[in-house]
């Protein structure tokens, strides 16, 4: 982790190119400084199967959840968060304006007593950083 995980109706796929979304929540996450960049993992889920408020079809959501480790502050989370959403919610302007749309975004924070990861992309990028 950091994990961005990204949930949306399949109707939105007709609007919207999931690959630029995903590209643009990793460099929003960048951005913000906080998360080490070989942790950064955003993906995107189209939902085939979903139903919205009263239940009419032409309405579309974009949930997106984000797992981090412990030991950031509130303020240092909220700013990163708010970052992340700002750019998101601009590139998805369009998507407001041509349809009823739904969007949202939450953090979730890992107990690091029960969680276990192994990526080697870490060294990797340390390598290159030094030979180029
Ligand atoms: O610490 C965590 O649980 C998540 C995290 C970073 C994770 C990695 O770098 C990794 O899985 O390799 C974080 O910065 O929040």
């Not at 399949?10 to 460099?27: F, I, P, Q, T, Y």
Request: proline share 2%; hydrophobic share 40%.
């Amino acid at each position: 982790m950091p994990h961005f995980t990204i949930e949306y109706s399949g109707n939105l796929d007709r609007h919207v190119d999931m690959g630029a979304v995903v590209e643009l929540v990793r460099k929003a996450a960048v951005e913000t400084g906080i998360f080490p960049l070989g942790g950064i993992r955003v993906r995107a889920v189209r939902c085939e199967h979903y139903a919205i408020a009263d239940g009419r079809q032409n309405y579309g959501f974009l949930d997106m959840v984000l797992r981090l480790g412990e030991g950031r502050d509130l303020a240092t989370r909220k700013k990163a968060g708010e970052h992340i959403f700002k750019a998101l919610s601009a590139y998805l302007d369009p998507v407001f304006a041509n349809q009823k749309f739904a969007l949202s975004f939450d953090m979730q924070i890992n107990d690091k007593e029960t969680s276990w990861k192994r990526n080697n992309i870490h060294e990797a990028l340390k390598v290159e950083a030094l030979h180029g």
